[in-house]
């Protein structure tokens, strides 16, 4: 079982749409929880970042940590063609080594 | 500033043909990661140097891969020999040392698309 699980899609929404991204993961000592957002040919870029648990909200965009049921969340309000991407969800357990999920494909259909 | 540049941005070579693979990191920055990225197994870590002593490379795949840090701006990966299955996207990253503490971004390169024939 890989530490980190995400489902790679594809995942096709029509514009304005709310898209909703997930992971989930094993490894109990994982602190920061990010997305990171990767277009074709291009590589990945943070988009947020959340320590521990909670809520973190950025324009359109809201993510999500729930480490008792160890899931985590992205939300796209609104969402733009602009937003057709993959996404990556990574964690850390300290010492700046990242796990990635194996992302997922959006895309926004104008 | 430029971000993180990687060279060359393809490479095509045959199978027992080394490959070098080539990395500046943001200038300043105390990290510098190599991660691959395939369709099967996504962005994998491969190691990591902090100033430029490596770290962690429990991720190289294999004796036929070595990467060094021979200065604060420069870095190399190489394969020898190369393999078909070594064909992927090879990304290079660096990032800062926050010592107050929180999450030091990573920021990536735009990556080596590599073909083993």
């Known amino acids: 079982q890989k530490e980190v699980e995400q489902d790679p899609g594809p995942l096709s929404v029509p514009e304005g749409a709310i898209v909703s991204l997930n992971c989930t993961y094993s490894n109990s000592a994982f602190q920061y929880f990010m997305w990171y957002r990767q277009y074709s040919r291009k590589g990945p870029e943070l988009l947020m970042y959340t320590y521990s648990s909670g809520n973190k909200e950025d324009g359109r965009f809201t993510a999500q940590v729930d480490k008792s049921s160890k899931y985590i969340s992205l939300f796209i309000r609104d969402s733009q063609p602009s937003d057709s991407a993959t996404y990556l969800c990574a964690m850390e357990q300290g010492a700046q080594k990242l796990v990635f999920g194996q992302g997922t494909r959006l895309t926004i259909n104008p | 500033d430029a971000g993180v540049i990687q060279s060359p941005r393809h490479e095509v070579t045959e199978m027992g043909q080394e490959v070098t693979l080539r990395c500046k990191p943001i200038?300043?920055?105390?990290?510098l990661f190599w991660y691959r990225q395939t369709m099967m197994r996504g962005l994998e870590l491969l190691i990591y140097f902090n100033n430029n002593v490596p770290i962690d490379d429990s991720g190289m795949p294999e004796d036929r891969f070595s990467a060094k840090m021979p200065n604060a701006s420069f870095s190399t990966l190489k394969i020898q020999p190369s393999e078909p299955r070594d064909s992927a996207v090879y990304f290079c990253a660096s990032s800062l040392d926050l010592l107050a503490g929180g999450y030091n971004e990573q920021f990536f390169g735009p990556g080596t698309r590599l073909t083993v024939l």
């Open positions: 200038s300043g920055h105390d990290y």
